[in-house]
């Protein structure tokens, strides 16, 4: 059974950090992204690591955001500094994907039920 399961979420103060991880167990894995999404507004990828360990970021999140992984571990991190309100949202981890640039979430077969992520001003 494909699960995958997110953690990490919460409130926090603008220019504050947060780290999400996403534990993935009966797939495999392909590329891991992260996506988000504000309330009213589109899906938007935010990060994407491949099964060699290269990484792409959208430009919002460019120097701020860190993805990684643990192979062993099935998971996958997000590591989010220097917060911004506009950084507000439901994040989800999504795998068995392809790392395009732009990501694209219509690329990727499996979902997490996404972490809330609330930045406050």
């Known amino acids: 059974q494909v699960q995958l399961r997110e953690s990490g979420g919460g409130s926090v103060q603008a220019g504050g950090s947060l780290s999400l991880s996403c534990v993935a167990s009966?797939?495999?894995?392909?590329?891991l992204g992260w996506f988000r999404q504000a309330p009213g507004k589109e899906r938007e990828g935010v990060a994407s690591?491949?099964?060699?360990?290269?990484?792409a970021y959208a430009d919002s999140v460019k120097g701020r955001f860190t993805i990684s992984q643990d192979n062993a571990a099935n998971t996958v991190y997000l590591q989010m500094s220097s917060l911004k309100p506009e950084d507000t949202g439901l994040y989800y981890c999504a795998a068995d994907g392809l790392c395009y640039v732009p990501l694209r979430g219509t690329d990727f077969r499996y979902w997490g039920q996404g972490t809330q992520v609330t930045v406050s001003s």
């Open positions: 690591i491949d099964t060699d360990g290269r990484t």
């Open positions: 009966g797939i495999t894995r392909g590329c």
